[in-house]
């Protein structure tokens, strides 16, 4: 009788966090016989590789990639959106929308390494995160089978899920209760679920993970000068630092002082509206010194015009379509635009505020002596009567 061979499994590379669902995503997959490589992107949120490559091996995972994305998140991805000063319906600065790209071009770069024949993600079926993975898979390699085992297993509740992982000898530290969903990066951090569903409720102090109360801050307020070169970040009080080094600082510095904390009702990209609650310290410090900067250094029509497009940039990245065609020939005409957006710009900062007290640049746009109402007045006031006819003459009767 002929030995009897069995099939080899086909591989997958599963978008590893090392929490409760991707750890239930590993076992799942294994059991309809998917051969599973994990794959960790450190976004700079808290990491423990052991144990997530330990709790990976128990679910059945063959190999844990973990790569350090941060660099690479900061320079092609942060910072192209913040020099095109997009947030997303005016409030939310786009922290989780830009690393899910990212992830997604590395799942596809695990797979080409390891010969595998899919991708797997642990994204609800009525979330904006799906999109975003599974999108920059299709653009990047569109022969890739995608799956979602979130949107098609049989759990129905996390309770269901920490008995799952229990009964396969997953180690998670998890209870069955959880009050939030919480998602970090470098840029800023995502909270929902809970009490936070109800639009009318006040988020409770257990909700913010790195924003001191504003109410309870008993700090004089403080001034910080930003130097910008090309429109990106380069110095903290006269002093050069590295992308991770200078958001980290203003952070700290404005999570200090509770500055940073948004909350919203969104259009989600499914269609639904869905309320969440941002902490984006160094986001919210840096998009108004980036913004007052080109105020001084910037003509009037391609602010005009930049302003315009700057929403629509931000539909794109939340739409996860970073890797499109058009999103890539806009922060072509913004790296244009940010030419001679060069300079400091100098920010108080108090208890659950920021304002710009100050801003200079080698390329200002602005004229003393034509601003003044001193002595040192030049501007010609006799021109204006002329110019004021000639303005309104389309509009006369």
């Known amino acids: 009788m002929a030995k009897s061979v069995r099939k080899k499994n086909k591989k997958v590379v599963l978008a590893y966090s090392g929490g409760l669902d991707t750890s239930c995503c590993v076992r799942w997959l294994k059991d309809r016989g998917w051969d599973v490589v994990c794959f960790m992107a450190d976004l700079g949120q808290a990491l423990d590789v052991e144990i997530a490559r330990k709790r990976a091996k128990a679910a059945g995972a063959t190999k844990l990639y973990v790569k350090n994305l941060r660099k690479e998140f900061i320079e092609d991805f942060i910072w192209p959106t913040l020099k095109a000063g ?11 929308a830009l690393g899910r790209p990212l992830i997604g071009k590395y799942l596809v770069e695990v797979a080409h390494k390891e010969g595998a024949v899919a991708v797997a993600h642990g994204c609800t079926g009525k979330g904006n995160d799906q999109v975003r993975i599974e999108l920059a898979v299709r653009m990047l390699d569109p022969k890739l089978k995608i799956i979602a085992p979130v949107r098609e297993w049989e759990f129905r509740s996390r309770e269901e899920e920490v008995d799952y992982c229990r009964l396969h000898g997953i180690p998670i530290d998890v209870s069955k209760k959880k009050v939030y969903s919480i998602d970090e990066n470098l840029w800023g951090v995502s909270i929902e679920c809970g009490i936070l ?8 102090k257990d909700a913010f993970q790195i924003t001191k109360d504003p109410a309870e801050v008993r700090k004089s307020p403080t001034y910080v000068e930003i130097e910008f070169r090309k429109g990106i970040p380069v110095a903290l009080n006269g002093k050069r630092l590295s992308g991770e080094s200078l958001i980290k600082e203003l952070n700290k510095l404005g999570g200090e002082y509770g500055v940073g904390r948004i909350d919203m009702v969104e259009d989600r990209l499914v269609g639904i509206k869905s309320r969440e609650v941002y902490e984006a310290p160094a986001g919210h410090i840096l998009y108004l ?22 929403n629509r940039f931000a539909q794109l990245v939340y739409y996860g379509l ?16 940010q030419e001679r957006v060069s300079g400091v710009v100098r920010l108080k900062i108090g ?33 204006a009567e002329g110019f004021i006819k000639l303005w309104g003459l389309p509009f006369e009767g």
Do not use: C, I
Not at 197 to 204: L, Q
């Open 197 to 204: 569903e109800d639009p009318y409720a006040e988020p409770p």
């Open 351 to 383: 208890p659950g505020w920021v304002q710009v007290v100050g801003r200079k640049s080698p390329y200002t746009r602005y004229k003393k002596s034509l601003a003044s109402y001193d002595e040192s007045d030049t501007f010609d006031h006799s021109a």
């Open 86 to 96: 997009a947030v997303y319906e005016g409030k939310y600065y786009l922290a989780t």
């Open 322 to 337: 970073w890797y499109s065609p058009l999103r890539r020939a806009m922060s072509a005409f913004v790296d244009v635009t």
């Open 289 to 310: 010194a980036h913004r007052e900067l080109e105020m001084l250094v910037l003509d009037r029509d391609t602010l005009f015009f930049k302003d315009n497009m700057a």
